[in-house]
């Protein structure tokens, strides 16, 4: 080959590989700013051993989850455990969230997609603080994110949802996580492990109004005998073992908040009054209150605790009406009915 068509040839690999670095540069400034981040860890640099307080505040409420030697708990409801399987499933979330999208935002926007810091609109913002009270990282989280149509979006699990940190308030971003526990509600978050008052010897019910029954047994295998039966009457024995069984079964649906305990909105201080020993010898009080929703308010003393009763004994529980009204019923309510009546 010639020097001259050597020197041509250099020359057009010089112009090719010009064009094509102009090209790549052309490229890289139409594509967004959000690249550069797209699939970045969210909340840069956490460790979930660091994490000593999740703090969350939403409208209305306020959830404080604190690390201590014997484990979580709920700084709201006075020291109350915490799931601690919950509370891991939430540290290790927020470990694995990545950056989907980053877009521009403005003050309209955040409104629309509750990224709010107050008001009406306001987010959840969540704050993950070290044992020395420092803040680790923050971050308020907004509305759901659909990849489609949904009837009821409050109701929708959600295909992701959206975020806004601190440091970038003009910026939303989308992460693929619904993030259901970024919540204040105290009934996602507590132990539901509760009291259970096992092979009941006897049961004693007493209402307001003064009405009362009583079934006993003398063993496990023996039979339920209700107490001042008339002539013509027949205890129900199936109704007699669901009323005594279900009070092993018990799960709370929430705590009460410090400082309800004896007041008189709980209904505590007429209440239902439940008694029950145990063929191993232990026994029970248990003050069943109002209604709040589908829930009763119920406490209650044991007269040998074990230390998950002893911690439950001083608080306010709320437990599902589901779960009692099989123990709740009225006297005529667990006889047998006459032939031929429903």
Do not use: C
């Not at 102009?22 to 700013?33: C, T």
């Not at 709010?116 to 044992?131: I, K, P």
């Not at 308030?169 to 259901?180: E, N, R, Y």
């Amino acid at each position: 080959m010639s020097a001259r068509a050597v020197l041509i040839l250099v020359v057009l690999l010089v112009a090719l590989g010009g064009g094509a670095l102009l090209y790549k540069q052309q490229e890289g400034a139409r594509r967004p700013a959000s690249a550069a981040v797209l699939g970045q860890p969210l909340l840069k640099g956490l460790q979930a051993a660091d994490i000593a307080t999740v703090r969350i505040t939403q409208p209305g409420g306020k959830l404080t989850l604190q690390r201590a030697e014997s484990g979580w708990s709920i700084a709201e409801l006075a020291g109350f455990p915490a799931d601690v399987a919950k509370v891991r499933e939430f540290a290790l979330k927020l470990l694995e969230l990545k950056v989907g999208q980053s877009e521009p935002i403005g003050e309209k926007d955040r409104a629309r997609l509750e990224l709010d810091e107050t008001g009406s609109n306001a987010g959840t913002t969540v704050e993950l603080m070290g044992a020395d009270g420092k803040r680790l990282a923050a971050f308020t989280v907004g509305k759901k994110v659909f990849k489609r149509e949904v009837e009821d979006p409050a109701k929708a699990l959600g295909d992701g949802r959206f975020v806004m940190l601190p440091e970038d308030p003009k910026s939303v971003i989308t992460v693929a996580d619904p993030l259901l526990l970024a919540t204040a509600r105290t009934a996602e978050w507590i132990d539901r492990s509760s009291f259970k008052v096992e092979k009941v010897k006897t049961l004693d019910l007493r209402y307001p109004d003064g009405a009362s029954w009583r079934v006993e047994r003398s063993g496990d295998n023996a039979d339920w005998k209700l107490g001042g039966l008339s002539a013509g009457e027949k205890l129900d024995v199936t109704k007699a073992n669901a009323a005594t069984y279900t009070l092993s079964l018990l799960e709370l649906a929430d705590v009460a908040p410090e400082g309800v305990k004896e007041a008189k909105d709980t209904g505590l201080d007429k209440p239902i009054q439940v008694n029950a020993t145990t063929l191993d010898g232990r026994s029970y009080a248990i003050r069943v209150g109002r209604l709040a929703g589908d829930n009763y308010y119920v406490s209650f003393t044991a007269s040998k605790p074990s230390p998950r009763e002893a911690q439950l004994s001083r608080h306010v529980l709320l437990i599902a009406k589901s779960r009692l009204e099989d123990t709740l019923k009225k006297r005529a309510d667990l006889l047998e009915k006459p032939a031929g009546k429903k």
